[in-house]
C-alpha cells in the first residue's frame, strides 16, 4: 500500500478550480485518494479576483465564491502559524522569482509535497512543481 499524495496548490490553481472544469474535475476525481492544500492566504486572491471576472463577463460574481468555498472543502487550508517556521527558506528559495509566493513554497516545504502551479516563479526552488495539463501523472501514479 503507498502513501497518500500531497499537492500544495497556489492561487492561480484555486482560481482556475473556481472559474473552470479541469482543475476542480481533478479534484474531485482525486479528493480520496491525495490530499490538496493552500496556504490560507492563497484564498484571498481568489476571493478578490473570481467576482471582478464574473461581473466582467456578465455573471453572477456570488456563484463564484460558492464555487470557491466548496473547493475550500477539497483543499485543506494551511494555517500560516504552521507554515511560518519556514518562511526565510522559503523566501531564500523564492527570492530571485517572486518573494511574495513564499507562503506557497513554505507549505510545500513543511508538509514535504511538490507544488501545483502554472506560475513558473516556483521553478528553480528546489521543490517539484506540477502544471494541470501534468499533474494526473502524479497523482494516479502509486
Request: contains cysteine; proline residues 5%.
Amino acid at each position: 500500500m503507498s502513501a497518500r499524495k500531497g499537492l500544495v496548490l497556489d492561487a492561480n490553481i484555486l482560481i482556475r478550480a473556481a472559474l473552470g472544469t479541469r482543475v476542480r474535475s481533478l479534484l474531485e476525481t482525486y479528493e480520496d485518494s491525495a490530499d490538496f492544500y493552500a496556504p490560507d492566504v492563497c484564498f484571498d486572491d481568489p476571493r478578490e479576483y473570481i467576482p471582478q471576472v464574473l461581473t466582467s463577463r456578465g455573471e453572477d460574481p456570488k456563484l463564484g465564491l460558492v464555487v470557491l468555498d466548496r473547493i475550500a472543502g477539497l483543499v485543506k487550508p494551511v494555517d500560516g502559524a504552521l507554515y511560518g517556521d519556514f518562511e526565510q527558506l522559503a523566501r531564500e528559495r523564492i527570492a530571485v522569482r517572486d518573494i511574495e509566493d513564499w507562503p506557497v513554497v513554505a507549505a510545500a516545504l513543511m508538509l514535504s509535497v511538490p507544488i501545483w502551479t502554472e506560475d513558473q516563479d516556483f521553478f528553480g526552488s528546489g521543490i517539484a512543481t506540477w502544471t494541470t495539463d501534468r499533474v494526473e501523472l502524479y497523482l494516479r501514479h502509486r
